[in-house]
Structure formats: C-alpha cells, structure tokens
C-alpha cells in the first residue's frame, strides 16, 4: 500500500486523449467558471494537458494544476505557450 505506483498513462494514451477531448465541453465549463472569483487561488488535480486549466488562465484565474503524467504536463506547457 505505500508503494509508488508508476504512470502508465504514456504517449500513445495521452495522443487519443488529446483527439477525444481537444477542449473542455462548454457548458462543463461553464459550470466550474460560476463557482470561480477572481483573487481567489484555483488548484486543479489531475489537469492532464489543460483543457479546462487552460481557459481559466485565458480569463486571468489564478489557477495551478498538477498530474502524474509527464506526457501530459508536457501537452499543457506547450499549449500555455
């Protein structure tokens, strides 16, 4: 019970990710953005590649994510560029 268990999320999982779930659906979204003030600090477990992290950066949140996956962490730094 107290080992690690190792990410196997991968690249291949993480590309159909990325085909299935390109953007967070709208009206999902529109949900967390009206439980969300802005100066309030936003923490998102399990952000994968940000497709909800992302459009809160884009209306000025201050939001952090984290993940287990690199290959995910990866798709969101180069999307946040």
Do not use: W
């Not at 019970?1 to 990710?17: A, F, R, V």
């Not at 529109?30 to 802005?38: D, M, P, R």
């Amino acid at each position: 019970m107290d080992e690690l268990k190792q990410n196997y999320y991968g690249s291949l999982c993480t590309e159909m990710y990325e085909i299935l779930h390109e953007q967070a659906p709208q009206d999902e979204l529109q949900f967390y953005l009206s439980y969300a003030e802005k100066g309030m600090r936003i923490l998102e477990p399990l952000c994968g590649s940000g497709r909800f992290l992302v459009p809160f950066l884009e209306r000025g949140f201050d939001i952090s994510g984290m993940d287990l996956s690199e290959e995910m962490l990866a798709k969101l730094n180069k999307r946040r560029l």
